[in-house]
């Protein structure tokens, strides 16, 4: 009994994670932290004042800084350790106040729950102190299963709550921050509707690929996520945010940075809504968010560079228009004089006509991208305000053969 004791100190009944911290911590005589799978500080050794930045900070905020995060992506680590249960050395990383340490995935079967770190302030640790780290992580993952279990629970119930709120099931203001309240979710002041499209539908493990981004990116913060096939939904925070558009551009674009250099996975299109204040309204947000991605499929080359409904501009009013248009008879006279041209001579004026107003009337830029010379262009211009009785110093009439040109190609026509 005795000698089993000795072999396994871990082999005993514990109240609490912080307890085990810090017998993890007496029998290895170092400072250790644990963690869950998204670098959120669950329980951290008490018994020694050694330390070193990064865990200071760690314990702090309750949660290892991203900076830290993306530095042990970058260098290895945190690859390293989903792929074994095997102790693994980290060099110091002084620009980040990373000192030398070693660290444990704690697994469940094929799934990671969390790390035990262990930091080498006087000692480094040997072959036998790696085994008793292995013993610990396996000690402790019972606790941390328990706690994903609670966890899990909670996030279905989170997830049905934002479906409420995108259908517009949940309208009274109240009610919406009574559950908030009970989510343990302080609502907040202002908001944005994000929808991320992948390719495909999202799998199991990609769901935990983005679980694991957006908990642990600390820049912009998430209030409620949820996945529809191949489309990961938002709420997030606006508010307190000096530059908020910039600051929602830059979410979007680190986000597939980060999915494409830890996961290889590109191609995903992101949008989101307006910014709010009145929660009533985050089902009419979901829409707009929508209706960008819908802009967006059929004017790929124009809205590049689009993610919000705020900067649409006027293709905000398309859907408006055309209703519009379907109770009378419209027909843009010069367009379809210079459509009726172009089929009798096989020419293109109507593709010179809608890049020249795309590159907002600028001849050289126009010509660049048409791919002729700037006098073969001014030729067909001249062309086209023959034929369709065209004025181009007419600001009023460019915009309506910009808009019959957009809302033409948005009906596919």
């Known amino acids: 009994m005795n000698t089993k004791h000795h072999h396994d100190p871990f082999k005993i009944a ?23 799978a998204n670098h959120r500080l669950l329980a951290y050794s008490t018994h020694d004042e050694r330390t070193d930045p ?28 989903l792929k074994t249960d095997e102790p693994i050395r980290v060099k110091s990383m002084n620009d980040i106040g990373l000192g030398d340490r070693v660290a444990i995935s704690i697994w469940k079967q094929d799934e990671v729950l969390g790390f035990i770190w262990a930091i080498e302030i ?30 899990n629970k909670k996030e279905e119930r989170s997830q049905e709550f934002f479906w409420k709120l995108l259908t517009g099931h949940l309208q009274e203001k109240e009610e919406i921050i009574q559950h908030f309240q009970a989510l343990q979710i302080t609502p907040p002041s202002s908001f944005a509707v994000f929808v991320f ?9 990609e769901e935990h690929e ?21 489309q990961l939904i938002l709420l997030v925070q606006a508010s307190h945010i000096e530059n908020p558009l910039q600051e929602l551009d830059y979410f979007a674009e680190n986000f597939l940075l980060k999915m ?30 929508m209706v960008v991605l819908s802009i967006k499929e059929k004017f790929p080359t124009e809205t590049k560079e689009i993610f919000s409904y705020q900067r649409l501009g006027i293709y905000q009013l398309f859907e408006m228009i055309l209703e519009n248009r379907k109770m009378e008879a419209y027909e843009n006279y010069a367009l379809k ?25 600028n001849i050289n830029d126009a010509a660049k991208e048409l791919n002729v010379h700037a006098n073969t262009l001014n030729y067909r211009l001249k062309r086209i305000t023959e034929i369709g009785e065209v004025n181009f110093k007419d ?15 948005y009906q596919g026509i």
């Open 122 to 151: 006087d000692k480094t640790l040997t072959d036998k102190d790696f085994t008793l780290l292995k013993k610990a992580a396996d000690a402790v993952k019972n606790k941390l299963l328990q706690l994903q279990t609670r966890k």
């Open 197 to 205: 499209q992948f390719q495909q539908n999202i799998t199991t493990k």
């Open 337 to 361: 004089r210079i459509q009726e041209y172009d089929q009798k001579h096989k020419s293109n004026l109507i593709e010179t006509l809608e890049v020249f107003l795309n590159k907002d009337s």
């Open 14 to 36: 514990f109240e609490s994670l912080d307890e085990f911290a810090d017998i993890i911590s007496q029998v290895l005589q170092c400072p250790i932290t644990i963690e869950d």
């Open 54 to 81: 990064a865990r200071i900070s760690t314990i702090i905020g309750r949660r290892v800084p991203e900076k830290v995060i993306n530095q042990l992506w970058k260098e290895g680590t945190i690859p390293a350790l």
């Open 395 to 409: 600001p009023n009439q460019k915009i309506m053969l910009f808009l019959d040109l957009k809302l033409a190609k």
């Open 260 to 289: 494409n250099d830890r996961y290889g996975m590109k191609n995903i299109h992101p949008v989101y809504s307006s910014i709010y204040d009145d929660f009533q309204k985050i089902g009419k947000a979901y829409k707009e968010a």
């Open 210 to 230: 983005i679980s694991y981004l957006l908990k642990t990116a600390q820049r912009m913060k998430i209030l409620l996520n949820t996945i529809d096939c191949n």
